[in-house]
């Protein structure tokens, strides 16, 4: 199983500032990482996916990075609706798994 | 629009099988080219994928729900459907179901809104 570890657990940041989001993955995933953005009682939204392409529709103000092991995910400059939870998940293997979440909290 | 609506009982009993479907609209499951999957969140955790099914039926599951699940497909009604045997309290949680590219560019990109399961007698 490829264990993805997010970092921070939380971010407390205000609107305007950048937010910068780590995924680390156990062994390589090559570039079969996508992002996700999670709001309270809400399914999981696909941002990026394959690392730094952005899904249909989504701000230029998102992108990733990464390849490998390292993945980030960059919010140039948060906007009110950017506060979420951020999932990482990996399908370079059968078994998908996600991270564990990085919560983005407003300062 | 591709749309995902998950169905079924909201409250399980302990030792019973949880039983699920996801309707599809706006793509047809037999088309090809993606797996149909489930995936889980615990009230107020991180997301658990569970398996999915590609359109001829092929499968794969988290081994680490054993020998419990069974996902299955209905392309006649373009539904796919899961069942979770001998539910224990630690299987309550909202139960998703989402599309995933199998080949190619992509990610889950489109999701059911999730139904709570509750395992409780």
């Known amino acids: 199983e490829i264990v993805l570890t997010q970092s921070p657990a939380t971010l407390s940041l205000s609107p305007g500032e950048r937010a910068t989001l780590s995924c680390r993955a156990s062994q390589s995933v090559s570039s079969y990482l996508a992002w996700y953005q999670q709001k309270p009682g809400q399914p999981p939204r696909l941002l990026i996916y394959d690392a730094s392409n952005r899904a249909t529709g989504l701000p230029a103000r998102f992108s990733g990075s990464g390849s490998g092991t390292d993945f980030t995910l960059t919010i140039s400059s948060l906007e009110p609706e950017d506060f979420a939870v951020y999932y990482c998940?990996?399908?370079?293997?059968?078994?998908?798994?996600f991270g564990g979440g990085t919560k983005v909290e407003i300062k | 629009q591709v749309q995902l609506q998950e169905s079924g009982p909201g409250l399980v009993r302990p030792s019973q099988t949880l039983s699920l479907t996801c309707t599809v609209s706006?793509?047809?499951?037999?088309?090809?080219?993606?797996?149909w999957t489930w995936i889980r969140q615990h009230p107020g955790k991180g997301l658990e994928f569970i398996g999915y099914i590609y359109y001829s039926g092929s499968t794969y599951y988290n081994p680490s729900f054993k020998s419990r699940v069974t996902i299955s497909v209905d392309t006649s009604k373009n539904q796919f459907s899961l069942k979770l045997s001998s539910v224990t309290a630690a299987d309550t949680a909202v139960y998703f179901c989402?599309?995933?590219?199998?080949?190619?560019?992509?990610?889950?990109?489109?999701w059911g809104q999730g139904t709570l399961v509750t395992v409780s007698s």
């Open positions: 706006g793509a047809s499951i037999s088309g090809g080219g993606y797996y």
């Open positions: 998940q990996q399908r370079a293997n059968w078994l998908r798994t």
């Open positions: 989402a599309r995933d590219i199998q080949y190619g560019s992509g990610g889950l990109d489109y």
